[in-house]
């Protein structure tokens, strides 16, 4: 396993999620026209929603937190799907 490619990779992704992540999912919601984030400011969805809840340690963190890690989480899971597919083919 070559470490510095992993932490590159868990940096650009978790950089990603914790910037630009919510930023896509907040406009997308309003492009598609959905009535949470038609009436909810970027503000609020960002001070009250996304980060607020990673002041303290209960379930709404845990959810902020894992909202934030999606595509990190995701990548992986990508990755894991191609290796498992890759040694079928070889077997």
């Known amino acids: 396993?070559?470490?510095?490619?992993?932490?590159?990779?868990?940096?650009l992704f978790l950089s990603v999620g914790f910037?630009?992540?919510?930023?896509?999912?907040?406009?997308?919601?309003?492009?598609?026209?959905i009535e949470f984030f038609?009436?909810?400011?970027l503000r609020t969805w960002a001070e009250?929603?996304?980060y607020g809840p990673l002041g303290g340690l209960d379930i709404f963190s845990i959810a902020s937190f894992s909202f934030l890690c999606l595509p990190y989480l995701?990548?992986?899971?990508?990755?894991?799907?191609?290796?498992?597919?890759?040694?079928?083919l070889k077997d």
């Open 74 to 88: 995701l990548f992986n899971l990508i990755r894991i799907i191609l290796a498992v597919g890759q040694s079928s």
């Open 48 to 50: 009250q929603i996304v």
């Open 1 to 11: 396993m070559n470490w510095s490619k992993e932490l590159w990779f868990a940096l």
């Open 19 to 33: 910037t630009i992540w919510p930023l896509m999912v907040y406009y997308l919601g309003l492009s598609i026209g």
């Open 38 to 41: 038609l009436n909810t400011t």
